[in-house]
């Protein structure tokens, strides 16, 4: 049985992956860390790490960057691992992150989903294949009309893990209608869409001569990236220190 520490509890996510615990027989929330005390969650709740004295094999952090040194100092202090689904983290907290993670096993993903880290090793191949065909690469990604950032993390993070296949040879080009000319063979091009209720759709476009190829993943529900947490933590709970990525949880 895997005892997980949930920070950001109360939070959206938080609420989620509590939802979900309730019927896992694997793995159980032991306690909750958020900035404001609750009860009704099955555990008992702290608003600091500093009060939190539950016995844990792994944390799951979904909450924000504030206050992330105090859950490092924590994990470190304890040799428990963090599966960190934060966002927004400045270059400074990843630099503590990467400090931290030469002591205890930090997993940290642009996006938990277990379908969206299968399309990333999909496109790595597809990337090496099609790119040398002479296929240009597209990235069209839709969400919600309160999404504040554009493109998404994830968006970013498919055209990375192209990128990185591919020599890190080509360009991003967010906004077309600055330059009128025909497209460069090596960019790839992130398009944004924002509306209604969408939680997150990211497909990725292959076009050749005569022919397009489309590899795409929609997230009908937050349960995705929840789920993926989970499946995180239960993979990370008995790693060596380092750092993780998602690709490394689905095997």
């Given at each position: 049985?895997t005892?997980?520490?949930?920070?950001?509890c109360?939070?959206r996510?938080?609420?989620?992956?509590?939802?979900?615990?309730?019927?896992?027989e694997?793995?159980?929330?032991?306690?909750?860390?958020?900035?404001?005390?609750?009860?009704g969650?099955?555990?008992p709740?702290?608003?600091?790490?500093?009060?939190?004295?539950?016995?844990?094999?792994?944390?799951?952090d979904?909450?924000?960057p504030?206050?992330?040194?105090?859950?490092?100092?924590?994990?470190?202090r304890?040799?428990?691992?963090?599966?960190?689904?934060?966002?927004?983290?400045s270059?400074?907290?990843?630099?503590?992150?990467k400090k931290?993670?030469?002591n205890?096993?930090?997993?940290?993903?642009?996006?938990?989903?277990?379908?969206?880290?299968?399309?990333?090793?999909?496109?790595?191949t597809a990337?090496?294949?099609?790119a040398?065909?002479?296929?240009?690469?597209?990235?069209?990604?839709?969400h919600?009309?309160?999404?504040?950032?554009?493109?998404?993390?994830?968006?970013l993070?498919l055209?990375?893990?192209?990128?990185?296949v591919?020599?890190?040879?080509?360009?991003?080009?967010?906004?077309?209608?600055?330059?009128?000319?025909?497209?460069e063979?090596?960019?790839?091009?992130?398009?944004?869409?924002?509306?209604?209720?969408?939680?997150?759709?990211h497909?990725?476009?292959?076009?050749?001569?005569?022919?397009?190829?489309e590899?795409?993943?929609?997230?009908?529900?937050?349960?995705?990236?929840?789920?993926?947490?989970?499946?995180a933590?239960?993979?990370?709970?008995?790693?060596?220190?380092?750092?993780y990525e998602?690709?490394?949880?689905?095997?």
């Open positions: 049985m005892r997980i520490i949930l920070r950001g109360n939070g996510m938080g609420q989620e992956i509590t939802k979900l615990l309730k019927s896992d694997q793995a159980v929330i032991v306690a909750g860390v958020d900035l404001h005390e609750s009860t969650n099955g555990y709740v702290f608003t600091s790490f500093s009060a939190c004295n539950v016995l844990a094999d792994v944390i799951i979904f909450s924000s504030q206050k992330l040194n105090e859950m490092l100092a924590f994990a470190e304890n040799q428990l691992p963090v599966v960190l689904c934060t966002t927004g983290l270059e400074n907290d990843l630099a503590m992150v931290a993670s030469q205890i096993a930090i997993l940290r993903s642009a996006n938990m989903s277990v379908g969206v880290n299968t399309v990333m090793k999909l496109l790595k990337a090496q294949v099609l040398a065909a002479d296929f240009d690469i597209e990235i069209v990604e839709k919600h009309n309160q999404k504040l950032d554009a493109p998404s993390g994830t968006a993070a055209a990375d893990v192209m990128n990185q591919l020599n890190q040879e080509y360009d991003y080009n967010f906004d077309r209608s600055r330059e009128r000319k025909k497209r063979k090596k960019e790839i091009g992130i398009s944004a869409v924002r509306g209604g209720t969408i939680i997150g759709e497909e990725v476009i292959f076009a050749g001569l005569d022919e397009v190829i590899i795409k993943h929609t997230a009908y529900s937050r349960a995705i990236f929840a789920k993926g947490a989970i499946h933590a239960k993979f990370l709970a008995d790693k060596v220190p380092g750092m998602m690709s490394d949880a689905i095997g």
